[in-house]
Nanobody
Framework: EVQLVQSGGGLVQPGGSLRLSCAVSGLAIDDTTIGWFRQAPGKEREGVSCISDYEGNTWYKDSVKGRFTISTDNAKNTVYLQMNSLNPEDTAVYYC?????????????????????WGQGTQVTVSS
């Protein structure tokens, strides 16, 4: 059984930083793509970042480029999302997800429907 367990998140002031963790079991993170998504109140879930550890490729939503960094720890089978320079527009429930597919050729899935396994979600609130 594939499970994704998230940790991190919370309340932070504008300009602050948070790190989200996604511990994966039942699936090696270098055999899949891991994505981070978020859903703000009243909005659809959107892709934020994803990583193919197998190919060493990453993708970021334009609005988080230069502020967010996705990374992996293969020994812990865990994926992280380091979020810096946070602003109120980053407030949302954040989810990690795994597509369960070993891809090649550089393609990265960025849409919700492409992911088969999901974490429980964690709230990130950016407010003064």
């Amino acid at each position: 059984e594939v499970q994704l367990v998230q940790s991190g998140g919370g309340l932070v002031q504008p300009g602050g930083s948070l790190r989200l963790s996604c511990a994966v079991s039942g699936l090696a993170i270098d055999d899949t793509t891991i994505g981070w998504f978020r859903q703000a109140p009243g909005k659809e879930r959107e892709g934020v970042s994803c990583i193919s550890d197998y190919e060493g490729n990453t993708w970021y939503k334009d609005s988080v480029k230069g502020r967010f960094t996705i990374s992996t720890d293969n020994a812990k089978n865990t994926v992280y999302l380091q979020m810096n320079s946070l602003n109120p527009e980053d407030t949302a429930v954040y989810y990690c997800a795994a597509d369960g597919v070993l891809r090649s050729g550089g393609y990265l899935p960025t849409f919700e429907y492409q992911y088969n396994y999901w974490g429980q979600g964690t709230q990130v609130t950016v407010s003064s």
